[in-house]
C-alpha cells in the first residue's frame, strides 16, 4: 500500500539543504586554515612549471600514456551520491516505487559534480596534448562533449549496478566499464572522436546484451546505504584536515604484512602511545592515503625535468602528507579505554611527533630515490633540507601542537 501524500523531491531537496549546510560549515574551516591559498599557490606553481615543461617537450612525446592516467579515472568513477540513510530501507522500502524523482536527483547532483572535474581534467591535459597534434578550440569542444557522453554513460551503468543482486557481477560489470573507458579514450586521443563514438555505441549494445539476464531488485537499498556511508567517511576524513569532525567513523583493516612493524616497540609505558598510534596508522585508511601521496609524488619527481621541479614537487608531497598525517592526534579522542589504563599523558605529545617523524622520514627516502638518481652531487641538498624540514616541524610546531591540545582535553 502506498502513501498518497508521499513527495520524493520534496525528501532530496530537505537532505540536500542539510548535506549542504554541513559541507559549506566545514569548508569554512578548511578556508580559515589557508587551505584554499595553499592550493592556489600549489595550481599557480604547477601551471608555471608545466609550461616551462612544455616548452622543452619534443612533439613526439608519448602523450597517451599522461591523457589515460588523468582522464580514465574521471570518467570510469561514478559513485552516485544518494544520501540515503539506514533507517531508509525500512521507512521507504513501501514506497520504493514512488522514489524515481529522489534518485534522478541524485543523479543530476552526481553527475553534473563529477562532469566538472572531468572537465577540469581534460583542460589540465590539453595544452600537453595541442603541444603534440597540434589541436585547436574545435577539437577540444568536441572531445569534451564526448568525454561527457562517456561520464553519462558510466554513471547509467554505475546506477544499474547498484540494482543487482550479485556482488560478483557488480564487480565484473565494474573492471568491464573500466577497460571499456581506457580503450574508449585511448581510441579518441590516438585516432579520433569518430572512431571512440562508434566503439562506444558498440559497447553499449554488447554491455545491454550481457546484463540483460542479471537479476535486480528495483532499488538496492543495501547497495546504495553502504556507498553512501563510505563517500560521506573520505569527505569527513577531508574536512577532518582542518577541524574535529565527531561524526566520522573509523574503518579497521586488518594489514597482517605490516604486523611486524610494531613488534620491535618494547614493552614498556613509555612507548604505549607509539605503539598505539603505530596500529592506528597501519590498520586505517589513512595508511592507504599516504601509499597514494608517496606513489603520486615518486612519479612526479621521476618525471620532472629539472632539479628545481623535482624539489619543488618533493617539498609539496612532504608537506600535504605532513597535513595528513597532523589529523592522526584525534584517532582516538572519543576512545574511553585509554582512561580505564595507568598511562601518562604526558608522553603522548613527543610519542605521536616522532612517529609522524618516523613515517615521513621513510617518505622522504623513497622520494629521494628518483631524484637523485643520474643527478648530479648538488642534488643531495634537496634531501637534506627536506630532512631540516621535517625534523623542525615534528620536533618543535607539532610537538608544541600536541601538547597544547592535550592542555585543553584535560
Known amino acids: 500500500m502506498s502513501l498518497p501524500s508521499f513527495r520524493a523531491q520534496a525528501l532530496w531537496q530537505r537532505r540536500f539543504h542539510y548535506y549542504m549546510k554541513e559541507a559549506i560549515g566545514y569548508w569554512q574551516y578548511a578556508a580559515r586554515s589557508n587551505f584554499l591559498g595553499f592550493l592556489l599557490f600549489l595550481v599557480i606553481v604547477s601551471s608555471y ?27 570510469a568513477s561514478s559513485p552516485i551520491r544518494t544520501l540515503t540513510r539506514s533507517a531508509d530501507r525500512m521507512f521507504l522500502l513501501r514506497v520504493e516505487h514512488e522514489m524515481g524523482a529522489y534518485f534522478r536527483s541524485a543523479m543530476r547532483y552526481s553527475l553534473s559534480l563529477q562532469a566538472a572535474w572531468q572537465t577540469i581534467a581534460l583542460v589540465a591535459v590539453w595544452p600537453l596534448y595541442h603541444h603534440c597534434t597540434g589541436a585547436g578550440s574545435g577539437d577540444f569542444l568536441l572531445m569534451l562533449a564526448l568525454l561527457l557522453l562517456f561520464k553519462l554513460a558510466n554513471g547509467l551503468a554505475s546506477w544499474q549496478e547498484s540494482r543487482w543482486v550479485r556482488e560478483q557481477a557488480r564487480r565484473l560489470s565494474a573492471g568491464l566499464r573500466w577497460a571499456a573507458t581506457l580503450g574508449l579514450v585511448a581510441i579518441q586521443f590516438a585516432y579520433g572522436p569518430v572512431w571512440a563514438g562508434l566503439s562506444a555505441l558498440a559497447l553499449v549494445v554488447l554491455w545491454l546484451g550481457l546484463t540483460r539476464p542479471v537479476h535486480k531488485y528495483w532499488i538496492g537499498w543495501d547497495y546504495l546505504i553502504a556507498r553512501e556511508k563510505q563517500q560521506q567517511a ?3 576524513a577531508f574536512f577532518n584536515w582542518f577541524v574535529d569532525v565527531p561524526q566520522l567513523p573509523t574503518r579497521i583493516t586488518r594489514r597482517a604484512w605490516l604486523a611486524g612493524l610494531t613488534t620491535w616497540i618494547p614493552f614498556r609505558q613509555q612507548s604505549s602511545f607509539f605503539y598505539l598510534y603505530m596500529k592506528t596508522l597501519l590498520r586505517t585508511e589513512m595508511f592507504s592515503i599516504l601509499l597514494r601521496i608517496t606513489a603520486i609524488g615518486v612519479l612526479a619527481v621521476a618525471v620532472s625535468d629539472s632539479l628545481t621541479t623535482g624539489g619543488v614537487i618533493f617539498f609539496i608531497t612532504l608537506a600535504v602528507s605532513l597535513m595528513q598525517l597532523s589529523t592522526l592526534e584525534r584517532a582516538h579522542r572519543y576512545t574511553f579505554w585509554l582512561e580505564m589504563y595507568p598511562l601518562d599523558p604526558a608522553h603522548k605529545p613527543g610519542s605521536l611527533a616522532f612517529l609522524i617523524w618516523l613515517v615521513q622520514l621513510a617518505q622522504l627516502c623513497l622520494l629521494a630515490i628518483p631524484l637523485l638518481v643520474h643527478a648530479p652531487l648538488k642534488a643531495l641538498l634537496v634531501p637534506l633540507a627536506a630532512l631540516a624540514f621535517i625534523s623542525l616541524a615534528c620536533g618543535v610546531f607539532l610537538r608544541r601542537k600536541f601538547k597544547k591540545n592535550a592542555l585543553l582535553e584535560a
Open 49 to 75: 612549471y608545466y609550461a616551462k615543461i612544455l616548452q622543452r617537450l619534443p612533439t613526439d612525446y608519448p602523450y597517451l600514456w599522461v591523457v589515460l592516467l588523468l582522464l580514465v579515472p574521471f570518467t
Open 234 to 236: 573520505r569527505l569527513y
